[in-house]
C-alpha cells in the first residue's frame, strides 16, 4: 500500500473508551463489529453537527482496528488534498473518509469516491473491505450530481449522531482527562462547568491547552490554577 504524506498518525485519545455513547450505542456497536472484521465489506454513513464527535467516533474505529497497517483515515476537508487522494485504497481493509461533504458538485471528487467504492467491493468474498464515511450533513441533504454515487451511499448503514445532552459534558471531560493521566476533582469540575461554553468541542479544546499547562508548571488542577488559565 502507498504511504500517506499526511495525517499518518491519529489522537491518542480519540478511542471508543472516552466517547460518552449516550443516545449512540448502535453506532457505536456497528462501528467497533466493523473495527474487529471490516472483511464484511460493509458500508457505513454518520452525520452530525460540528463537535458531536463524528471524527472522534471514525478515529477510534481506525484506532480499534486488529491491523493498523490496512487502515486508512482520510480527512477530506484537508485544503491540500486533492481527488486523487483516493486513489488506490482498495487494498486496505478498513477506509474512513471523514468529512464527505467537502466533495458534492465536484465531479472528479464524487467520480473517485464512486470508483473507491466499487473497487474495495471486486476482492473475494470475505476478503473485502469495509467503507465508513461522515459528514456534517444528512446523506439525503448532500447535493450529489452522481445518482449512482447516491445510490451506492444509500444501500449501507446510516446514522445520526444523537448530541451529548449538557448534564454528559461532564463526563466525558472526565474520560478524555483520565485517558491523558490525570483527574478533574469535583469541585474543579463545577467550576469549569459553570465557566466554559457547554459545546464538547470548547471543552476538548480547553482541555488540550490545560494538559499541556499543568506539566510544564507541575501543577493539579486546583479550582486556583484553573482559574488563573481561564483569567
Known amino acids: 500500500m502507498k504511504q500517506l504524506a499526511l495525517e499518518v498518525s491519529l489522537p491518542a485519545h480519540a478511542v471508543f473508551d472516552t466517547f460518552i455513547s449516550n443516545g449512540n450505542e448502535a453506532l457505536v456497536v456497528q462501528l467497533n463489529a466493523l473495527s474487529v472484521n471490516p472483511a464484511v465489506g460493509e458500508t457505513l454513513f454518520f452525520s452530525g453537527a460540528k463537535g458531536s464527535g463524528k471524527t472522534h467516533l471514525l478515529q477510534a474505529t481506525c484506532h480499534a482496528s486488529r491491523d493498523a497497517a ?108 483520565y485517558q491523558r493521566g490525570f483527574e478533574i476533582p469535583t469541585d474543579t469540575m463545577k467550576f469549569l462547568m459553570s465557566r466554559l461554553p457547554r459545546e464538547l468541542s470548547e471543552l476538548m479544546g480547553w482541555l488540550d491547552k490545560t494538559d499541556k499547562a499543568s506539566l510544564e508548571a507541575k501543577r493539579k488542577l486546583t479550582i486556583p490554577f484553573v482559574k488563573s488559565l481561564l483569567d
Open 70 to 177: 490496512q487502515v486508512v483515515y482520510l480527512n477530506l476537508a484537508n485544503p491540500e488534498y486533492t481527488f486523487e487522494v483516493l486513489e488506490g485504497w482498495e487494498s486496505a481493509s478498513l477506509i474512513c473518509l471523514d468529512n464527505i461533504d467537502v466533495i458534492p458538485g465536484d465531479a472528479q471528487w464524487e467520480e473517485a469516491l464512486f470508483d473507491l467504492f466499487n473497487r474495495r467491493l471486486e476482492r473475494a468474498e470475505g476478503d473485502k473491505a469495509s467503507l465508513v464515511m461522515t459528514a456534517a450533513k444528512p446523506l439525503k441533504e448532500l447535493n450529489l450530481s452522481l445518482p449512482d454515487l447516491r445510490s451506492r451511499l444509500s444501500s449501507g448503514l446510516i446514522f445520526q449522531i444523537s448530541e451529548l445532552a449538557e448534564q454528559h459534558l461532564s463526563l466525558a471531560l472526565t474520560a478524555h482527562a
